[in-house]
C-alpha cells in the first residue's frame, strides 16, 4: 500500500472528516479538503494549510477533477446511501485520477464476510456492497475499511428530547460503547499518514453504557432535568421516519437497539477494537463525559 504524498479528505466539514484531516496535517502530509462548496468553512480546521476543491461523491467528474487538481494519491471518503452502483463509479474515478490508496468509512455492523451480508440487514449491507466495490476495483490490498462502533455523536439523535426535558427512546436500557468520532479521524488519519496495511480495522468506545446513562451524563452538563421514557418499537419507527430518516435505514435502526443492541460487546473482535485508538493514535481514548463536555453547545443547536 502506498505511502501517502498528498491526501484528500472528502468530508472533511464532519467531524471523522475534520480530524483525519488534522491528524494526516500533523503529520506532515499535504491535505486538501474537497467539499460540495469549498466555500463553506470548516471551523474545525480553521489555521491548518490546506487547500480547497470542490466535489461531490456522488459525482465522479467533480471527484476526478478534484483528485488531479490536489495531486493526492491517498483519499479518505464514506459510504454514501443511496447510489444505484455502490459507489462503483465514483470509485472508478478516484482510481483512474490517480488515487492508490483509500481509507473507507465503514460500520462495525458488518460482522461476517462482506460477500455473505443479507440486504434484509440493511446498514451493514450498505457498507458491505462499498466494500466490495472497492475490492474489486483496488484489490484487497488498496484499502482499509474501518468500522468504528457506536459513535458518541448518536445521542444527538436525542436532541429535540434533550432540548425538550424528556427523551423518548424504546429501549433505555441499550448499551453502547459510544466512541468519539474524533477518534475514529485520528485513526483513520494515522492509517492514511503511515499507509498502513490493514485490510480491516475494528473500532470501539472505551466503555458500556446504557442510553438512560448517557442522557443522565448530558442532563448533568447542561445543569438540567431531563427524563427518559420509553416508547414501543412502532412508534420509534413512526418518530424517525417523521424526522427525516430513510425508512430501511431508520427500520434497521428500531430493529438494532430492541433486538441486537450490546451484540457488539460478545463479537469475536471486541478486544481487538476496544485496544485500537491507543494502538492506531498512541492516545487514550475520548470517554463519553469528556465528548459531551466538549461538544456542549451542539445540545443547544
Avoid at 440486504?119 to 451493514?124: A, I
Amino acid at each position: 500500500m502506498a505511502i501517502a504524498n498528498s491526501v484528500i479528505i472528502f468530508g472533511p466539514s464532519g467531524s471523522v472528516g475534520s480530524a483525519t484531516a488534522l491528524q494526516v496535517y500533523r503529520a506532515g502530509v499535504k491535505v486538501t479538503l474537497a467539499l460540495r462548496d469549498p466555500r463553506k468553512p470548516v471551523p474545525a480546521l480553521i489555521g491548518i494549510s490546506a487547500e480547497k476543491v470542490q466535489a461531490d461523491l456522488t459525482k465522479p467528474e467533480s471527484i476526478q477533477a478534484a483528485v488531479r487538481q490536489s495531486g493526492a494519491n491517498s483519499a479518505f471518503i464514506y459510504t454514501i446511501f443511496g447510489t444505484p452502483d455502490h459507489m462503483r463509479a465514483s470509485i472508478v474515478a478516484l482510481k483512474e485520477a490517480g488515487i492508490e490508496m483509500v481509507v473507507l468509512l465503514s460500520s462495525y455492523t458488518i460482522q461476517s464476510d462482506i460477500h455473505s451480508v443479507s440486504p434484509d440487514e440493511y446498514v451493514p449491507w450498505v457498507h458491505a456492497q462499498v466494500e466490495i466495490s472497492l475490492e474489486e476495483i483496488y484489490g484487497k490490498d488498496g484499502f482499509v475499511a474501518v468500522r468504528p462502533c457506536y459513535f458518541a455523536s448518536n445521542i444527538l439523535w436525542s436532541n429535540a428530547g434533550i432540548q425538550a426535558g424528556q427523551v423518548r427512546h424504546a429501549n433505555p436500557e441499550a448499551e453502547y460503547d459510544w466512541i468519539s468520532p474524533e477518534d475514529i479521524g485520528r485513526v483513520c488519519g494515522s492509517i492514511l499518514a503511515r499507509g498502513l496495511k490493514d485490510r480491516v480495522v475494528w473500532l470501539m468506545g472505551p466503555e458500556k453504557m446504557a442510553l438512560k446513562d448517557a442522557v443522565g451524563v448530558v442532563s448533568r452538563a447542561l445543569g438540567r432535568v431531563i427524563t427518559v421514557t420509553k416508547i414501543t418499537a412502532a412508534e420509534a419507527l413512526e418518530e424517525l421516519v417523521k424526522n427525516g430518516t430513510p425508512e430501511g435505514t431508520a427500520g434497521w435502526i428500531v430493529r438494532y437497539i430492541t433486538e441486537d443492541a450490546g451484540y457488539e460487546f460478545k463479537t469475536a473482535v471486541f478486544e481487538e477494537a476496544a485496544g485500537n485508538v491507543l494502538k492506531y493514535t498512541h492516545r487514550v481514548p475520548v470517554k463519553f463525559d469528556q465528548w459531551v463536555c466538549e461538544n456542549i453547545r451542539r445540545f443547544d443547536a
